[in-house]
């Protein structure tokens, strides 16, 4: 999955310096010759020099290809003229547009932006949360990427598979809301039981699922604090 930042200010470059950490791939386009420097000294990323609203330096970085652009430069309209030109002339699946002026939000939403925000830490969740993994899938994000609705694959091994609902301790911050068995909708009680292949659909915070999805697959440890489902 790949991931562009156009604006390389403070919140392009902690963005940046987030997903390396993580493991993403990301490119980020700054239109400051010195400030796109001194970013591609910092990391080992690319890094490209050019205007995020020239529809070269998009292709240059790749813009064909990527999943997600996140627009975070200090001005809303240029923030919403990349989303805009990455969605309607690059089809790309998700865009995120910092915005600096809150009043600006709902006009935002409105244009077709998918996701508006301000904060470098939710930023890079909604992206991280965007990408689909083997054993799960994030069907959306809520609260500004602070809670996510997703979708676990029962396996074999799943720690979870031929179990009762009223068997499994829950993290307090996770409920469990549906199971789908086919092309059936099951709303779950105490004494439903969790098949092999089942699709359970949860609603929980970033931490719990990277835990909960570590002890339903890899059979890692539970660090959370419990209570039995009812």
């Known amino acids: 999955m790949k991931t562009i930042i156009i604006g390389g200010g403070k919140v392009g470059y902690n963005l940046l310096k987030t997903l390396k950490d993580r493991g993403y791939e990301v490119t980020l386009i700054e ?14 990323a690319d890094v490209i020099w050019g205007d995020g ?3 070269e330096v998009l292709k240059d ?25 990455a969605k309607l002339s690059f089809q790309t699946k998700k865009t995120i547009a910092r915005v600096n002026n ?37 069907i959306s994000i809520l609260e500004r990427g602070s809670m996510v609705l997703a979708e676990l694959v029962m396996k074999v091994n799943t720690s979870w598979s031929d179990q009762m609902v009223k068997d ?26 969790i098949c092999v ?10 931490s719990i699922l990277s835990i909960l999805t570590a002890d339903l697959y890899y059979g890692g440890s539970k660090r959370w604090k419990v209570g039995k489902t009812k």
Request: charged letters at 30%.
């Open 31 to 44: 239109k400051d010759k010195e400030t796109s420097m001194k970013i591609a000294e910092d990391f080992d």
């Open 197 to 206: 292949n089942d699709k359970v659909v949860i609603i929980t915070n970033k």
């Open 61 to 85: 970085a790749g813009i064909e290809d990527a999943d997600i652009v996140a627009a975070v430069t200090g001005a809303d309209e240029e923030n919403l003229v990349i989303c805009q030109i």
């Open 53 to 55: 609203t020239n529809l």
């Open 102 to 138: 809150p009043k600006n939000t709902v006009m935002f939403k409105n244009l077709g932006i998918d996701d508006t925000v301000c904060s470098t830490e939710v930023i890079a969740n909604l992206i991280e949360f965007s990408f689909d993994k083997e054993d799960y899938r994030i």
């Open 168 to 193: 499994l301790t829950l993290p307090n911050e996770c409920v469990l809301v549906s199971i789908i068995r086919g092309e059936t909708v099951i709303y779950p009680r105490g004494d439903t039981k």
